[in-house]
């Protein structure tokens, strides 16, 4: 199945089981979740890939969601928050409730190609019911700065979309300390270059290297990418961010990353 942009989502469907008879069912109640992708369940039913706050990813299924008089048609869509309930045991639980918890606009155009792309980056990286409530917040935060630029161009957008990176490394253990030598602990200096490496950290480095970062850039990247206006730091952010990006997915190119480099250069 493709999204209405050509994107074709990459998750495995996991095939639901029923709970064996005396073991204990897990009930979760009202939990804040988004809709990563929908997939058609039997005749009526969808079977869900979602992101939760506290149980991190995890596959739902929703019975008799796909009929015409279900009032979970309205409420399972993708970039809107959820409160969900459900329950079971094993790979897929089954939702029992969801409520629509409001507040955010639809995405469409370009801002709906970046969420696209956060969904995947969740989806390759970020392993089922491994719960990162900060990364949740940011996947909110991301989603609601989308919203609210309908009709922002590439440039504008940049910014949202390296900050969601950022976090997303930063929670998965994947960012190394920008501001210390990976192997000696030592303190970066302003006036030196450095190498990232994804799986050492930073390490010094000649200024001739391919590779040379000078210590004030990974410094002012230490807490997060710029909100706007240094052009330069913006822009070893983001090499930065494609760099261990690329290493942690073993090489390969997300569909939706590839997408906005070819169309907007993000």
Same mark, same amino acid.
């Given at each position: 199945?493709?999204?209405?942009?050509?994107?074709?989502?990459?998750?495995?469907?996991?095939?639901?089981?029923?709970?064996?008879?005396?073991?204990?069912?897990?009930?979760?109640?009202?939990?804040?979740?988004?809709?990563?992708?929908?997939?058609?369940?039997?005749?009526?039913?969808?079977?869900?890939?979602?992101?939760?706050?506290?149980?991190?990813?995890?596959?739902?299924?929703?019975?008799g969601?796909?009929?015409?008089?279900?009032?979970?048609?309205?409420?399972?869509?993708?970039?809107?928050?959820?409160?969900?309930?459900?329950?079971?045991?094993?790979?897929?639980?089954?939702?029992?409730?969801?409520?629509?918890?409001?507040?955010?606009?639809?995405?469409?155009?370009?801002?709906?190609?970046?969420?696209?792309?956060?969904?995947?980056?969740?989806?390759?990286?970020?392993?089922?019911?491994?719960?990162?409530?900060?990364?949740?917040?940011?996947? /909110?935060?991301?989603? +609601?700065?989308? =919203?609210?630029?309908p009709? !922002?161009?590439? #440039? $504008?957008?940049?910014?949202? *979309? &390296?900050?969601?990176?950022?976090?997303l490394?930063?929670?998965?253990?994947?960012?190394?300390?920008?501001?210390?030598?990976?192997?000696?602990?030592?303190?970066?200096?302003?006036?030196?270059?450095?190498?990232?490496?994804?799986? /050492?950290?930073?390490? +010094?480095?000649? =200024?001739?290297?391919a590779? !040379?970062?000078? #210590? $004030?850039?990974?410094?002012? *990247? &230490?807490?997060?990418?710029?909100?706007?206006?240094?052009?330069?730091?913006?822009?070893?952010?983001k090499?930065?961010?494609?760099?261990?990006?690329?290493?942690?997915?073993?090489g390969?190119?997300?569909?939706?990353?590839?997408?906005?480099?070819?169309?907007?250069?993000?």
């Amino acid at each position: 199945m493709r999204t209405e942009l050509g994107v074709e989502p990459v998750a495995v469907r996991p095939v639901p089981r029923a709970p064996r008879r005396g073991v204990s069912v897990e009930r979760v109640q009202e939990e804040p979740i988004y809709v990563l992708h929908s997939y058609p369940w039997k005749e009526t039913s969808l079977l869900l890939d979602v992101f939760s706050r506290r149980h991190g990813r995890l596959a739902l299924v929703a019975k008799g969601a796909k009929r015409p008089t279900s009032a979970l048609r309205a409420v399972l869509l993708g970039f809107q928050p959820c409160h969900a309930s459900w329950s079971g045991r094993g790979e897929v639980r089954t939702l029992t409730r969801a409520e629509w918890a409001g507040g955010l606009a639809p995405l469409s155009g370009l801002p709906l190609l970046c969420g696209f792309y956060f969904n995947e980056l969740l989806v390759r990286l970020l392993a089922r019911e491994d719960a990162h409530e900060g990364l949740f917040d940011a996947y /909110h935060a991301g989603i +609601a700065a989308l =919203a609210q630029r309908p009709h !922002a161009t590439a #440039g $504008e957008l940049e910014p949202v *979309l &390296r900050s969601f990176e950022f976090s997303l490394l930063r929670e998965l253990g994947f960012l190394p300390d920008l501001h210390l030598e990976g192997a000696t602990s030592e303190p970066v200096l302003p006036d030196a270059f450095y190498r990232v490496d994804p799986d /050492h950290g930073v390490s +010094a480095c000649s =200024a001739s290297d391919a590779l !040379a970062v000078r #210590g $004030e850039v990974l410094l002012a *990247l &230490r807490e997060g990418p710029p909100a706007e206006g240094d052009v330069a730091l913006a822009r070893a952010a983001k090499t930065l961010m494609r760099s261990l990006l690329h290493y942690h997915l073993s090489g390969q190119m997300l569909h939706t990353r590839q997408l906005l480099i070819d169309l907007h250069k993000l």
